[in-house]
């Protein structure tokens, strides 16, 4: 049975109920169009998949990016002192005595 609100398919020989929005197909009211409308409506303003901008906040959205300028930043301060350390120790590290002999 394919239910009218949230167009799942189940098997209706084990029940009537929709196991996923709870709908009774053998109710009374299953035949009313407003009535089967208005639990729709009711069932995607709980399902956050319908709405999903209105639970995810701005703050929420820029965490994660937020996160990777800051590794990046990091990434590019390590970067940089691991390139001038490099180049000094090639000067006054241990291979310095056999360059001047």
């Known amino acids: 049975m394919n239910c009218p609100i949230c167009h799942i398919t189940f098997d209706s020989s084990r029940s009537s109920v929709c196991p996923q929005c709870h709908f009774d197909a053998n109710s009374p009211d299953a035949k009313d169009t407003a009535k089967v409308l208005a ?3 009711a069932f995607k303003s709980r399902v956050s998949a319908y709405a999903p901008e209105s639970r995810v ?7 994660p990016w937020l996160a ?5 930043c990091i990434f590019l301060i390590w970067l940089k002192a691991c390139s001038n350390a490099g180049g000094r120790m090639m000067s006054f590290g241990r291979h ?3 360059r001047h002999h």
Do not use: H, L
Not at 57 to 63: E, F, L, S, V, Y
Not at 68 to 72: L, N
């Open 57 to 63: 906040t701005r703050c929420d959205i820029a965490k």
């Open 96 to 98: 310095s005595f056999y």
């Open 39 to 41: 639990a729709r409506e």
């Open 68 to 72: 990777v300028i800051i590794g990046f």
